[in-house]
């Protein structure tokens, strides 16, 4: 029962300690459509560019979008859904083909 308890609460420590995630603000660079969306609904100051603060509020709501199944986990089969999802709920532009 102890190590298990232990676990638990050093598994709590890590989430609350958690850091900013550099993913946050490259899940937007690397993908233009996402990034797109992200600076229309999350920019907040209006600047032109996602802070890791307003890319971290933009990740949040596109994993609750992606995620439908609730499982905590975005795969690529609900990734792209939610990138089309986005699409047409934003008129955004496809990213080209290359
Ligand atoms: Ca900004
Ligand atoms: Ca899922």
């Known amino acids: 029962m102890v190590p298990f308890l232990l676990l638990a609460a050093a598994a709590a420590a890590d989430l609350a300690a958690a850091p900013a995630s550099p993913a946050a603000t490259e899940l ?4 233009p459509v996402l990034g797109q969306w992200a600076l229309a609904s999350f920019d907040a100051n209006h600047d032109g560019w996602l802070t890791l603060y ?10 609750r979008l992606a995620d439908t199944n609730g499982d905590g986990h975005v795969t690529v089969a609900e990734y792209e859904a939610a990138k089309r999802f986005l699409v047409a709920r934003f008129n955004l532009a496809a990213a080209p083909a290359r």
């Open 28 to 31: 937007f660079e690397r993908d």
């Open 54 to 63: 307003e890319a971290q509020g933009a990740v949040a709501e596109f994993k």
